[in-house]
């Protein structure tokens, strides 16, 4: 029998030595926790035991994941989505529950326990899918924004299906409808108590912490707030990870978005590392080494496998434009889930379902998430093959274009020069997360930015057609960095012939032509030495010790007298 500290020693030395390799050959961490947990679970060596904390602190992880994803989301952000959501996730859900339950149900098992069965199956895995998105920079693609909304609705979905198996348990040949109004409010007022509590305590909380300028009180504030949301939730019925991802939702919205990311980044991949490693702890490996057995979970994990991508590609392809993308769709969501895992062992330990059936299942569920890396790394080529498409032999010049092009259909900055102001410009822009795309006459200037990666057209940026292809249509704002008034003058005409509306800055070396430049249709004109000028102005007050306050009404009214005080 092992001490405590010899297996913490133990997992953390096989962790360093295996997450080392892995990135050796380039492959997902997750690997690397999943094998560990496969060699050293219960199944095999057993030098780690699946105890209450382990998944405790493996749940835990899965909600720090999901409330550093809500980070990145806003609520307004999140409405948006509510088709995808609702309408996609329940169909998935429905769809992929009622084809293995009616193959449940033929295979001896009565129609509700196969209800839960086909549940436990439609699950995917939050944790897993949502980190190789994210390490492959897919989140964001259409086929990751559609996987996510699944995701989230399946969290909603897991409510009702625990509740049918616990009535099943219970004796009861149906779920109460008491108690199916009862959990239904339990949820929603979770929900609404987690999005209250961000909306009005949260910023007011952390503005008060900020200034205490206390490190270690920023990061208790930060667990408290993860621990309390996905407490509530959990509380509520639902899982962790929906009450910490509502809790991150709302906080993306202030200032102390980035630093909160920081803070909780090092928690949540020492407690995400853990989870995996309690996936691969599930994993029997006695089942594989018979023969007969093997063969049988080969034939529930291909099963599970093309089923759930075939029918997720299905209720996809509604809202897609191409087969490829709900076919990559459905292959993300294939896999199974920690959901699942759970309404499994369930039925299993109530002896709801015949342990030959069971248990072949419950293990074929946990391949599935030990071979997600593989799955989802080759999500594209799969897809490809199965369409019997090659996709476009594309040189990196048109890869390049290809690229730009999707820019120019979402919301963007389009930046008239790419000199040095119109490249600075642009790194301030990436940095805060702004996607742009610049348009210059400079030959060389154009091709050392598109070898460095940026989205950079070569053309003359009064050309109306040009600017169509900039995405002027769907342009926030336009900044012209030229320092010729002539060539702003010319570009803002063919600005407010196609957008009048479009907010647009104006770069000039003096005010001598701000008049001219504002009645072209300049939203606001910043002259260089006069801005520099204030620069200086505003340290010297700072450095005479006037409050930063006072030091900003100056500013403010400087410009507002269009820089009169200084002239």
Same mark, same amino acid.
């Given at each position: 029998m092992l001490t405590p500290l010899t297996e913490a020693l133990i997992l953390l030395a096989g962790s360093v030595f295996l997450v080392t390799l892995t990135r050796r050959l380039s492959l997902p961490t997750s690997i690397a926790y999943l094998v560990l947990g496969v060699a050293l679970g219960p199944h095999a060596i057993g030098v780690l035991s699946d105890s209450g904390t382990t998944r405790l602190l493996a749940e835990l992880g899965v909600a720090f994941l999901l409330f550093t994803l809500g980070l990145e989301f806003s609520l307004p952000r999140m409405l948006a989505m509510r088709r995808e959501v609702f309408g996609l996730g329940s169909a998935q859900v429905v769809a992929t529950a009622s084809v293995f339950a009616v193959l449940g149900h033929r295979l001896g098992i009565r129609w509700l326990v196969a209800v839960v069965l086909g549940g436990a199956v439609a699950m995917s895995s939050t944790a897993l899918l949502l980190q190789q998105l994210t390490e492959r920079a897919e989140l964001n693609r259409t086929h990751g924004r559609l996987a996510f909304s699944m995701l989230l609705f399946q969290d909603l979905a897991f409510v009702p299906f625990l509740a049918l198996a616990s009535a099943l348990i219970a004796g009861q040949d149906r779920l109460p409808l008491s108690g199916s109004l009862a959990a239904a409010l339990g949820a929603a007022l979770a929900i609404v108590a987690v999005l209250a509590a961000g909306r009005w305590l949260l910023r007011p909380l952390f503005h008060e912490i900020a200034h205490s300028r206390l490190r270690e009180l920023f990061t208790l504030a930060v667990l408290l707030v993860v621990l309390s949301s996905a407490w509530v939730s959990h509380i509520a019925g639902l899982s962790f990870a929906l009450g910490a991802f509502l809790s991150g939702m709302m906080l993306a919205e202030t200032e102390y978005r980035h630093q909160i990311e920081a803070v909780i980044r090092p928690f949540r991949d020492l407690l995400l590392g853990l989870f995996f490693i309690s996936v691969g702890m599930l994993l029997d490996m006695r089942l594989l080494t018979r023969p007969s057995e093997l063969a049988i979970v080969l034939a529930m994990l291909l099963t599970l496998v093309i089923l759930k991508a075939g029918i997720g590609a299905l209720v996809t392809r509604p809202f897609t434009t191409t087969d490829f993308k709900a076919l990559r769709t459905g292959i993300v969501i294939a896999i199974g889930g920690e959901f699942g895992v759970a309404l499994c062992t369930i039925l299993l330990q109530a002896r709801m379902v015949p342990e030959a059936l069971g248990e072949p299942l419950l293990v074929a569920i946990v391949l599935s998430m030990v071979l997600s890396p593989l799955i989802l790394n080759n999500n594209k080529r799969v897809a490809r093959l199965l369409l019997r498409e090659h996709g476009p032999v594309r040189t990196a010049s048109e890869r390049e274009e290809a690229a730009t092009h999707e820019i120019a259909l979402r919301e963007h900055v389009i930046l008239c020069g790419f000199g040095r102001v119109g490249q600075n410009v642009a790194r301030v822009l990436e940095a805060q997360g702004f996607e742009y795309i610049a348009l210059d006459l400079d030959p060389a200037r154009i091709r050392a930015a598109r070898?460095?990666?940026?989205?950079?057209?070569? $053309?003359?940026?009064?050309?109306?057609?040009?600017?169509?292809? =900039?995405? *002027?249509?769907?342009? @926030?704002?336009?900044?012209?960095?030229?320092?010729?008034?002539?060539?702003?003058?010319?570009?803002?005409?063919?600005?407010?012939?196609?957008?009048?509306?479009?907010?647009?800055?104006?770069?000039?070396?003096?005010?001598?032509?701000?008049?001219?430049?504002?009645?072209? $249709?300049?939203?606001?004109?910043?002259?260089?030495?006069?801005? =520099?000028? *204030?620069?200086?102005? @505003?340290?010297?007050?700072?450095?005479?010790?006037v409050p930063v306050p006072r030091v900003v009404r100056a500013l403010e009214a400087i410009r507002a007298n269009r820089y009169a005080v200084l002239r």
């Amino acid at each position: 029998m092992l001490t405590p500290l010899t297996e913490a020693l133990i997992l953390l030395a096989g962790s360093v030595f295996l997450v080392t390799l892995t990135r050796r050959l380039s492959l997902p961490t997750s690997i690397a926790y999943l094998v560990l947990g496969v060699a050293l679970g219960p199944h095999a060596i057993g030098v780690l035991s699946d105890s209450g904390t382990t998944r405790l602190l493996a749940e835990l992880g899965v909600a720090f994941l999901l409330f550093t994803l809500g980070l990145e989301f806003s609520l307004p952000r999140m409405l948006a989505m509510r088709r995808e959501v609702f309408g996609l996730g329940s169909a998935q859900v429905v769809a992929t529950a009622s084809v293995f339950a009616v193959l449940g149900h033929r295979l001896g098992i009565r129609w509700l326990v196969a209800v839960v069965l086909g549940g436990a199956v439609a699950m995917s895995s939050t944790a897993l899918l949502l980190q190789q998105l994210t390490e492959r920079a897919e989140l964001n693609r259409t086929h990751g924004r559609l996987a996510f909304s699944m995701l989230l609705f399946q969290d909603l979905a897991f409510v009702p299906f625990l509740a049918l198996a616990s009535a099943l348990i219970a004796g009861q040949d149906r779920l109460p409808l008491s108690g199916s109004l009862a959990a239904a409010l339990g949820a929603a007022l979770a929900i609404v108590a987690v999005l209250a509590a961000g909306r009005w305590l949260l910023r007011p909380l952390f503005h008060e912490i900020a200034h205490s300028r206390l490190r270690e009180l920023f990061t208790l504030a930060v667990l408290l707030v993860v621990l309390s949301s996905a407490w509530v939730s959990h509380i509520a019925g639902l899982s962790f990870a929906l009450g910490a991802f509502l809790s991150g939702m709302m906080l993306a919205e202030t200032e102390y978005r980035h630093q909160i990311e920081a803070v909780i980044r090092p928690f949540r991949d020492l407690l995400l590392g853990l989870f995996f490693i309690s996936v691969g702890m599930l994993l029997d490996m006695r089942l594989l080494t018979r023969p007969s057995e093997l063969a049988i979970v080969l034939a529930m994990l291909l099963t599970l496998v093309i089923l759930k991508a075939g029918i997720g590609a299905l209720v996809t392809r509604p809202f897609t434009t191409t087969d490829f993308k709900a076919l990559r769709t459905g292959i993300v969501i294939a896999i199974g889930g920690e959901f699942g895992v759970a309404l499994c062992t369930i039925l299993l330990q109530a002896r709801m379902v015949p342990e030959a059936l069971g248990e072949p299942l419950l293990v074929a569920i946990v391949l599935s998430m030990v071979l997600s890396p593989l799955i989802l790394n080759n999500n594209k080529r799969v897809a490809r093959l199965l369409l019997r498409e090659h996709g476009p032999v594309r040189t990196a010049s048109e890869r390049e274009e290809a690229a730009t092009h999707e820019i120019a259909l979402r919301e963007h900055v389009i930046l008239c020069g790419f000199g040095r102001v119109g490249q600075n410009v642009a790194r301030v822009l990436e940095a805060q997360g702004f996607e742009y795309i610049a348009l210059d006459l400079d030959p060389a200037r154009i091709r050392a930015a598109r070898q460095a990666g940026d989205p950079v057209i070569f $053309g003359d940026s009064s050309d109306e057609e040009l600017l169509r292809q =900039a995405g *002027l249509p769907t342009a @926030s704002v336009l900044v012209i960095s030229f320092s010729d008034p002539a060539t702003s003058v010319g570009i803002l005409g063919s600005v407010r012939r196609l957008r009048p509306e479009l907010p647009v800055l104006v770069r000039t070396a003096d005010d001598s032509r701000i008049k001219e430049l504002q009645d072209a $249709g300049a939203t606001d004109v910043v002259p260089e030495t006069f801005e =520099a000028s *204030l620069m200086l102005v @505003s340290h010297v007050l700072m450095l005479l010790h006037v409050p930063v306050p006072r030091v900003v009404r100056a500013l403010e009214a400087i410009r507002a007298n269009r820089y009169a005080v200084l002239r």
